[in-house]
Structures are given as structure tokens and as C-alpha cells.
């Protein structure tokens, strides 16, 4: 188990899913559920001689933040790019089902329970989306995490944290945008298709893949940010998450809402006058929707310490 403390210093981007697991929630509460000794492998793998991993690739458990339960579900990008199977789908939605379930049962046996103390679901992505191994039983694995967020709805707050190696692509983009909050540090990125599918599906002119910067500046945490797709922008480590989560631990489940993206007729509205700017304003770079949203000096800003970001930025008022 590493030591939380010093875990919490270290890089959320360069730590791995279990450590992200750890250091988000209260020093020496988490606990694993469905971990390696468990030996829950994809059986598609197996049959297509693949390797596995006991864990397929995702850590799943509870910890406590305060008095609030946290139920935690982190990726991991090192086996086969965090992508998400049958079992990896499955253990995503046992453990927000289990947050459900114990919401329940609390606030039947205790009406008054304070919202800090009531469950909580916490996603660290890391993932390119479906694992295309498991074909359909894969998107099915999407369909069913995107049905367990919406029962989660109004009872259990459900918070993504975006900021590892790989980002959040593929289907779990669609996932990420349907929880109730989305914290990213600036090197998270978040996105439908990602960088190398786009270049390899519409050609090197259309988007340049090996263009760090581009990348970067289309679909990390500072354009997230200015454009209303994170809520939070927090610096790259494990402790300034854990900080922000720990914000949100203490509100109650009706703050989230105004926090959401998706899942009401005036959110639907307000995509729609998104897509209306986009074809009026017909940008060619980020940095034209940044410039819209008021600020004159985007190369300037994209370019400066995260803390003078964070202060001056202007996001886009839709």
C-alpha cells in the first residue's frame, strides 16, 4: 500500500490507478473491492489469447472523505489504454449500485442525515474508450455505467476527475460528460475521438496528432475550462484533487445540478446555441473560442503559470 502522505505530492498524471484510488480519499480508510485476488479477468481475453490483468485494469472500493462515504472507480491506462470491457463495465456499475443502495438504506434509517455525511461516487478516467477486443459486450459495458449514473441521479452526487496520462475518450467521454461534476488539472484531457483517431480517420491536415500544443489546446483542462465542459481546474497533484473533492463532499446532492452539462430540456438549449456560435463564429482553432469568450491574449494565457490562468480567464457565456 504507498505511503498516502507522500502520495500525496506526487503527480496525479503520473500515478497509477491504485495509488489514485488511495490518496483521494482519507488516510487508511480505502478499501478494494473486486481486486486482484478476486481474479476478475475478461473472458473475452482469454478466449482470444490475450493477457489479462486480475483487476482488468480498474480498481474499484470505498474509502471515506470526512464523514461522506466515497465510493471510488479508478482507470488504469497501462492495461490495454484503461479501456472498458463486460467486467471492467460491470465492476463500474456494482460499485455505483452499491453507493445507491447505501444511500437508501441510510436515509431510511436516518431522515436527517446531513448531506456530508450521505454517498458519494468518485471516477478517476483513464481510458480510450471501449475495448474493441469485447465488441459489443463493451458498448453494452458504456450503455449500463451511463444507466447506473442516471439512478445515481438526485440521491448520489457522481464527480469525474480527469487528469491522467491517457485522458477520457471513446464512449467514456459520453460517461464522463453525464456525471454531476468534472474536475480536470491541464494535463487531463477529455474528448469524444481522440487526437490519433481523428488524424488516422480525416488525414494529418485535419488534425495533426503529433502536435503536442494542438493537442493540448483543443482537449486538455484549460479549454475544458474556458469552454464549460470541467467544473474545476486544479493544479497536477494528488492532494489538489483529493482538496477539490473534498470541496464538493461537504454540498448537498441538489448543488450539483447546476453543475451538470446534460440531462434537462434548458442544458439541451443551451448545446444548441453552442453549436449555433460554432457555425457562426466557424473557428480554426481553439484559441477563436477563447478569444470570443473575452479573452484578448489567448496565446498569452495558455502559455502562463495555471494560478494566473485560473484568476483572469473568461469562460464562454452560452
Same mark, same amino acid.
Given at each position: 500500500?504507498?505511503?498516502?502522505?507522500?502520495?500525496?505530492?506526487?503527480?496525479?498524471?503520473?500515478?497509477?490507478?491504485?495509488?489514485?484510488?488511495?490518496?483521494?480519499?482519507?488516510?487508511?480508510?480505502?478499501?478494494?473491492?473486486?481486486?486482484?485476488?478476486?481474479?476478475?479477468?475478461?473472458?473475452?481475453?482469454?478466449?482470444?489469447?490475450?493477457?489479462?490483468?486480475?483487476?482488468?485494469?480498474?480498481?474499484?472500493?470505498?474509502?471515506?472523505?470526512?464523514?461522506?462515504? /466515497?465510493? @471510488?472507480?479508478?482507470?488504469? $491506462?497501462?492495461? #490495454? *489504454?484503461?479501456?472498458? &470491457?463486460?467486467?471492467?463495465? +460491470?465492476?463500474?456499475?456494482?460499485?455505483?449500485?452499491?453507493?445507491?443502495?447505501?444511500?437508501?438504506?441510510?436515509?431510511?434509517?436516518?431522515?436527517?442525515?446531513?448531506?456530508?455525511?450521505?454517498?458519494?461516487?468518485?471516477?478517476?478516467?483513464?481510458?480510450?474508450?471501449?475495448?474493441?477486443?469485447?465488441?459489443?459486450?463493451?458498448?453494452?459495458?458504456?450503455?449500463?455505467?451511463?444507466?447506473?449514473?442516471?439512478?445515481?441521479?438526485?440521491? /448520489?452526487? @457522481?464527480?469525474?476527475?480527469? $487528469?491522467?496520462? #491517457? *485522458?477520457?475518450?471513446? &464512449?467514456?467521454?459520453?460517461? +464522463?460528460?453525464?456525471?454531476?461534476?468534472?474536475?480536470?488539472?491541464?494535463?487531463?484531457?477529455?474528448?469524444?475521438?481522440?487526437?490519433?483517431?481523428?488524424?488516422?480517420?480525416?488525414?494529418?491536415?485535419?488534425?495533426?496528432?503529433?502536435?503536442?500544443?494542438?493537442?493540448?489546446?483543443?482537449?486538455?483542462?484549460?479549454?475544458?475550462?474556458?469552454?464549460?465542459?470541467?467544473?474545476?481546474?486544479?493544479?497536477?497533484?494528488?492532494?489538489?484533487?483529493?482538496?477539490?473533492?473534498?470541496?464538493?463532499?461537504?454540498?448537498?446532492?441538489?448543488?450539483?445540478?447546476?453543475?451538470?452539462?446534460?440531462?434537462?430540456?434548458?442544458?439541451?438549449?443551451?448545446?444548441?446555441?453552442?453549436?449555433?456560435?460554432?457555425?457562426?463564429?466557424?473557428?480554426?482553432?481553439?484559441?477563436?473560442?477563447?478569444?470570443?469568450?473575452?479573452?484578448?491574449?489567448?496565446?498569452?494565457?495558455?502559455?502562463?503559470?495555471?494560478?494566473?490562468?485560473?484568476?483572469?480567464?473568461?469562460?464562454?457565456?452560452?
Amino acid at each position: 500500500m504507498p505511503n498516502w502522505n507522500r502520495l500525496q505530492k506526487n503527480s496525479f498524471l503520473e500515478c497509477s490507478a491504485r495509488e489514485r484510488a488511495v490518496g483521494l480519499v482519507d488516510d487508511g480508510t480505502f478499501v478494494e473491492l473486486g481486486g486482484p485476488f478476486d481474479r476478475l479477468v475478461s473472458p473475452h481475453l482469454v478466449a482470444l489469447g490475450e493477457a489479462v490483468e486480475n483487476d482488468d485494469g480498474i480498481v474499484t472500493g470505498v474509502g471515506r472523505i470526512g464523514d461522506r462515504p /466515497v465510493f @471510488v472507480i479508478s482507470q488504469e $491506462g497501462r492495461f #490495454i *489504454g484503461g479501456s472498458v &470491457g463486460e467486467v471492467g463495465g +460491470a465492476k463500474m456499475v456494482g460499485i455505483i449500485d452499491m453507493a445507491i443502495d447505501f444511500h437508501d438504506r441510510l436515509v431510511a434509517d436516518h431522515p436527517d442525515l446531513p448531506a456530508s455525511a450521505r454517498p458519494l461516487v468518485a471516477i478517476s478516467f483513464e481510458t480510450g474508450g471501449v475495448r474493441l477486443h469485447e465488441a459489443n459486450a463493451g458498448l453494452l459495458a458504456h450503455a449500463e455505467v451511463m444507466d447506473a449514473l442516471q439512478r445515481a441521479r438526485h440521491k /448520489v452526487p @457522481v464527480v469525474a476527475l480527469i $487528469g491522467s496520462r #491517457i *485522458g477520457c475518450f471513446g &464512449g467514456m467521454g459520453f460517461v +464522463a460528460a453525464a456525471t454531476d461534476a468534472i474536475i480536470m488539472s491541464e494535463f487531463g484531457r477529455l474528448g469524444l475521438t481522440g487526437p490519433e483517431v481523428i488524424e488516422q480517420e480525416m488525414g494529418k491536415d485535419e488534425f495533426d496528432a503529433s502536435n503536442r500544443a494542438l493537442v493540448y489546446r483543443t482537449t486538455g483542462g484549460r479549454h475544458k475550462y474556458v469552454m464549460g465542459d470541467a467544473n474545476f481546474l486544479v493544479d497536477d497533484t494528488v492532494a489538489a484533487f483529493r482538496a477539490q473533492l473534498a470541496e464538493l463532499c461537504k454540498l448537498p446532492v441538489a448543488s450539483f445540478e447546476p453543475m451538470r452539462r446534460i440531462g434537462s430540456p434548458e442544458l439541451v438549449e443551451k448545446q444548441l446555441r453552442g453549436v449555433a456560435l460554432a457555425v457562426e463564429l466557424k473557428p480554426t482553432d481553439a484559441r477563436d473560442v477563447w478569444r470570443h469568450a473575452g479573452n484578448n491574449d489567448p496565446v498569452g494565457l495558455a502559455d502562463g503559470p495555471l494560478s494566473d490562468f485560473r484568476k483572469s480567464v473568461r469562460r464562454l457565456a452560452l
